[in-house]
């Protein structure tokens, strides 16, 4: 998933889970990177999650449906 445009190493990618319902964050999990999967908003889904991720700085499990988005998390700026 290496993005020619993108300025920033990237360092992971975490999923954010959402409630189903709600729509309200529930957490993150961290991920390995997926090339047929979009990231950010309109790569959005719902999947069965059973993993454990973190939530403010705390460890949390996660079992059941959840609304999933991937984001990067970028590192420093690459050399040009």
Known sequence: ???????????????????VNTKRYEGNV??????SRVQGYV????EMIDGFGCKNGKG????????T???????KAKKQ
Request: charged letters at 30%; glycine letters at 6%.
């Open 1 to 19: 998933m290496e993005n020619k445009k993108d300025p920033f190493e990237i360092l992971a990618y975490v999923l954010d889970l959402y409630n």
């Open 30 to 35: 961290v991920v390995a990177p997926d090339a």
């Open 43 to 46: 790569g959005r889904r719902k």
């Open 60 to 67: 949390k499990s996660f079992k059941g449906e959840y609304l």
């Open 69 to 75: 988005e991937l984001v990067p998390i970028c590192g």
